[in-house]
Structures are given as C-alpha cells and as structure tokens.
C-alpha cells in the first residue's frame, strides 16, 4: 500500500544551523507533497507544500525539494531558531480535493539556543 | 484567520459506549476530513468526506466509525462502541477549491477506559 518513510526520527541542530529532514514516498501517482509543523498539543499546521510539476519552492528560511523519479523529497530550514523546534511531518497526497493524504511518522526536532 | 474548531477538547468514554466528535470546518471550505494520531505515532487518514458523500475511507474505518454533516457548518465523527485501541488524537481537516491546502482543527483527544 501507500506509504511514505521519513528520515530522521529526531534532529537536534544548533541555533543558526540548517536542519534537513528527507522523505520518500510509494505511490507513483502522488503529486502534492505538504509539510507540517506540529507543536505540542496542537493539530498539524502546513509550512510550505509542493506539487509535482515543480522541483524545488523556497519560503523564507524554508525550502522544500522534489525528485519524482526517485521518488524523493526534503526539507530544508535554515538559520535555526529555538522557535522552530516541534514535530514536522512530511505527507503525499494525490491531490487536495478529497484524496487521503500520508503521512510520515515525524522528525522531532530540536533547536539548541 | 479563519480556522477549524473541534469540540471537546478532550473526551473519556467507557469502553462500548458511543461517542459524537464535533467539528465546524472553514465556512467556504468543501472538502472534509478526519484523521487520528495515536500518542506518539504518526498521523492516520481516516475518511475524507465532499458534496454529502464519503469521497475516500481507509482500512481503519470500519463499520464502527459514520461520519455525517448534519447541517450546513457541522461535520460530525461517530464512533458506534468504542474499543480501548480508538484512544486517540482526532484531527479534522477542511480545504477548499481542489489546489489548496487542508487546515488542520487543534483536535479531540479521545480516551476510552
């Protein structure tokens, strides 16, 4: 069935560093691709998305890559800031318009002031 | 910012016992869902729901679980006897036109004793 493998399971970077989590996903017919940002006690927030038709998107000190054919994704933060420490997921959906989406079993990451 | 609500915050049931979960999705919103993430696990799709019809379900949604959207801002999840392995975090979801993104509720946690 449908999957998607996230790496690593927990990161712990310093203040200012760049943290990457990477994915990959099992479903060929997958072609959005959302990340989010869960604090604790809270529901999943999207961060930033990407969509099949483009490789790389970039938000501020955010930036998410795609490589269809390897069936690859990953995410990018830089300048870490303490604020920045939660759960990310990454997902794989076939589309937003009533699809499921899955999701990754989450990076805990953790930003050292 | 307009945003998903969920009600209750939190819920405990006794085993066998059925339970209502309460959402009022984005006002303008067409797309419906309802995910769950068991403590420390990653999150699950559960059933997406367009136009007064489940548009997808997954396996975990078994005859226990109906959803229904009894008027125009509810969207309601039913858990028919609840088993201790329901204790969960559910997540409604809500999104609109087909190209964009779901928003995420805060959640209901659900514990069945």
């Known amino acids: 069935g449908e999957n998607v493998e996230q790496h690593p399971s927990t990161l712990s970077v310093q203040e200012g560093d760049s943290a990457v989590i990477k994915c990959t996903y099992s479903d060929s017919a997958s072609n959005y691709f959302p990340w989010y940002k869960q604090e604790l006690g809270k529901g999943p927030q999207l961060i930033i998305d990407?969509?099949?038709?483009?490789g790389e998107k970039k938000d501020q000190r955010i930036a998410v890559t795609l490589n269809k054919t390897a069936k690859h994704f990953s995410l990018h933060i830089t300048e870490t800031q303490p604020e920045d420490s939660a759960v990310y997921f990454c997902a794989a959906s076939r589309g937003t318009g009533g699809f499921k989406t899955i999701f990754g079993a989450g990076t805990r990451l953790f930003v050292k002031a | 910012e307009p945003e998903v609500t969920q009600t209750p915050s939190h819920q405990v049931t006794q085993m066998g016992q059925e339970v209502i979960l309460r959402c009022v999705p984005i006002s303008n919103h067409l797309y419906f869902y309802w995910y769950r993430q068991i403590l420390g696990q990653k999150v699950e799709f559960l059933v997406s729901f367009y136009n007064n019809e489940i548009s997808e379900k997954s396996e975990i949604f078994d005859d226990q679980f109906s959803v229904e959207r009894p008027d125009g801002s509810n969207f309601t999840l039913k858990i028919r006897s609840t088993k201790l392995e329901d204790s969960a975090m559910y997540f409604c979801?809500?999104?609109?036109?087909?190209?964009?993104?779901?928003?995420f509720g805060q959640g209901t946690r659900l514990t069945v004793v």
């Open positions: 990407i969509r099949s038709n483009v």
């Open positions: 979801a809500s999104s609109g036109q087909t190209n964009t993104e779901a928003f």
